[in-house]
């Protein structure tokens, strides 16, 4: 997908999607739910579960820079996030709780090869499905519907999406996709349009008052928001779609299956709902339930 310190978010193109939550209400105030670990699991003809299953744990491939998203804690070294909870729920439902998961921060260049070599039992971590990563993993999902926004203060009422951006400041990093559409779409002007080379500086600079957006993956977005919910919010009107999914070894149909029917049983029966919650539902922004596309 594209090219970025800091990666995210999402999906679904023409499918008919379920909102929930309410704008400006955070819902970070509830905890992420416990997840009960399932016993006496089967995933017939999965070479990955057998792995899992001899090694006695689960190893996860994640991100560990994303706020909100997947995040590594420098002292405690815990991980947290809207994709660490995901991974946590589909590691329990395969029968494996908190303490039988060995996660590893994988970045976005070596996913593929970490998945091909089996270094990982499957991928969580802002991973855009697209025809190309086919060729050589496998994904469940999508998990997470978002695209390209913009985060501004929270008291500035006058960006109000792409189009309002003219004679605006935008930041994003150096050679990403999002700056590079507000390049090719004139959406400001080239002098206006301000270059760095990861996520956070941009976000310092619009709190400094430097620059008035910064734009990219609106699930990235809602992570720094939702350190800062006073300060900043995300404009909500996403000008791009990707789909996040879980990155799965290539033939290991099975494993898919079973990931796809967690992740269905998630969405529908609630959890998913409240992991968002817990975690991007802190920004105060509303979510969007994905819909599956197994294939």
């Given at each position: 997908m594209r090219v970025r310190t800091l990666a995210v978010a999402l999906l679904a193109g023409g499918l008919a999607l379920t909102a929930c939550g309410k704008e400006g209400t955070p819902g970070g105030s509830t905890p992420a739910p416990t997840q009960q670990v399932a016993t006496d699991v089967k995933v017939d003809g999965s070479e990955t579960f057998k792995k899992i299953q001899a090694r006695g744990k689960v190893v996860i491939g994640v991100k560990e820079d994303q706020p909100g998203l997947g995040y590594k804690d420098p002292t405690s070294g815990k991980y947290s996030g809207f994709d660490v909870e995901i991974a946590k729920l589909i590691a329990a439902k395969l029968g494996y709780g908190d303490d039988k998961i060995e996660y590893k921060a994988i970045a976005s260049a070596?996913?593929?090869?970490?998945?091909?070599?089996?270094?990982v039992d499957y991928y969580v971590g802002t991973y855009t499905i697209n025809d190309k990563r086919k060729q050589q993993v496998s994904f469940a999902g999508p998990y997470f519907t978002a695209g390209q926004d913009l985060l501004v203060k929270k008291t500035d009422n006058s960006i109000t999406g792409p189009e309002t951006l003219k004679g605006k400041k935008v930041c994003s990093v150096t050679g990403s996709t999002p700056i590079q559409k507000v390049k090719n779409e004139g959406l400001t002007e080239a002098s206006n349009i301000v270059e760095l080379q990861n996520y956070s500086q941009c976000v310092q600079q619009l709190e400094q008052g430097a620059v008035d957006a910064v734009t990219t993956d609106?699930?990235?977005?809602?992570?720094?928001?939702?350190?800062?919910?006073?300060v900043f919010k995300v404009v909500g009107k996403p000008f791009s779609k990707e789909p996040y999914g879980i990155g799965l070894a290539k033939d290991d149909k099975a494993l898919r299956t079973k990931?796809?029917?967690?992740?269905?049983?998630?969405?529908?029966?609630g959890q998913w709902e409240s992991i968002y919650n817990a975690t991007l539902g802190k920004s105060g922004s509303p979510a969007t339930k994905p819909v599956l596309e197994r294939y």
């Open positions: 070596g996913r593929e090869q970490a998945l091909i070599n089996g270094d609106d699930a990235i977005l809602k992570g720094y928001a939702a350190q800062q919910p006073d990931v796809n029917d967690i992740l269905e049983e998630a969405i529908t029966g």
